[in-house]
């Protein structure tokens, strides 16, 4: 590549996260899936081989859920009694859909990821009404109970503005609902900001998955526990046969009986996304994010406007992320689009490789 683009040896290009990970491609497809970290690997195996024992595995397992919910909510600025610990944001969106009355407006960015967005166009008495993502704060009326959107779009890596979104909801009286998925482990999150958030695990937070948390208000957001199972009690081994006598008194009473092995992956990746730090990570992940957008000027591409975010969207690529993949190089075809995202554990070398390959394609097309 040109000189302007050429790897650095700069701290920042440098790839964070050490031994823990060792990709085989040139992987820059973390708004798929992030990479297990070699810690979640060994405790998976170490609990999977204690189970096929006979051992005490799934004693350790709860504890690790714990471990999660506790780093989350560290991670986003809450305690952690109003950190539930799930498998799924549709299923925590639906009990979010599930509180709404009747004839409810429900306020969302147009395309926005399909997990958030339809459990609200399921209920068929409510009234879902989208917008362009730019537009979501001036949308919000006088009747829109709730506004729900993604803190980063999953197609082309745009931030959504949520303090003038939140402040809109709340000079109407609307609730916020907001899905870190795509920014939660590389840009800060506040949980307190909104009314309820939701959140994977399995991307830039390196868990495993089947892992996913939902935070709520300390009131516990006037939601009804409407899938609770024996894990919602208060007293877990003591809520196994017929009704539930007594809920957890905290968000604990909305989780879904955990995929234990998933939770045990995901306790280790938390702690490593904190020991790094989100700052650091993020600071990491957007200037590759930069350096990639600066090569495709060089390149005569045009991609997406999205300051600021490691998710690079390029209009018209998308059909080439097959025959990127044949030369190692991992990306994802999102809306159209070829689908960048960079991570912890990318060098400015994958950026170049990445750069290189596009420009063979382009060549050749």
């Known amino acids: ?88 944001v549709a299923v925590y969106a639906a009990l979010v859909a599930a509180s709404l009355p009747a004839g409810a407006e429900v306020l969302y960015a147009e395309r926005d990821f399909s997990s958030l ?20 704060a ?9 506004v729900a959107v993604s803190a980063v779009q999953s197609a082309d890596g745009r931030i959504a503005d949520l303090d003038a979104i939140r402040a809109a909801a709340r000079a109407h009286g609307a609730r916020l609902l ?3 998925s795509q920014g939660a482990g590389w ?6 900001k909104a009314d309820y958030t939701v959140c994977v695990g399995y991307k830039w937070l390196l868990c495993p998955r089947g892992v996913a948390f939902l935070t709520v208000p300390e009131d516990l957001g006037g939601l009804t526990p409407v899938f609770a199972g024996w894990a919602a009690g208060e007293k877990p081994w ?23 092995l998933s939770y045990v992956g995901a306790a280790p990746a938390l702690a490593l996304v904190e020991e790094l730090g989100v700052e650091a990570i993020g600071a990491h992940d957007r200037a590759l994010a930069d350096r990639f957008r600066a090569g495709l000027a060089q390149l005569g591409h045009r ?27 991992l990306v994802s075809a999102r809306a159209g689009n070829l689908r960048a995202s960079f991570h912890l554990y990318n060098s400015a070398a994958d950026v170049d490789r990445l750069l290189d390959v596009v420009s063979v394609l382009s060549a050749t097309a």
Request: with cysteine; glycine share 10%; charged share 20%.
């Open 303 to 329: 991609w997406v406007d999205a300051p600021g975010s490691a998710i690079v969207s390029v209009p018209g690529l998308g059909h080439a992320a097959p025959r990127l993949a044949e030369a190692g190089v």
């Open 117 to 136: 967005v339809n459990p609200f166009t399921m209920r068929r008495d409510l009234k879902p009404r989208a917008v362009p993502l730019e537009e979501l």
């Open 238 to 260: 003591d809520s196994c046969y017929g009704p539930v006598e007594e809920l957890a008194h905290s968000a604990r009473r909305f989780d879904q009986s955990p995929s234990l």
């Open 178 to 180: 907001v899905d870190g």
């Open 1 to 88: 590549m040109d000189a302007g683009v050429s790897a650095s040896h700069s701290g920042w290009m440098e790839p964070l996260g050490g031994a823990e990970f060792a990709p085989q491609t040139t992987y820059l497809n973390n708004a798929s899936t992030g990479l297990t970290p070699a810690r979640a690997v060994a405790a998976m195996k170490e609990a999977l081989d204690a189970t096929a024992g006979g051992g005490p595995a799934a004693d350790l397992a709860w504890e690790a859920v714990e471990e999660a919910r506790a780093a989350f909510a560290r991670l986003t600025g809450v305690p952690a009694r109003r950190v539930a610990a799930g498998a799924s």
């Open 187 to 192: 840009l800060p999150m506040d949980a307190d």
């Open 138 to 146: 001036d949308a919000v009326r006088p009747g829109t109970a709730l």
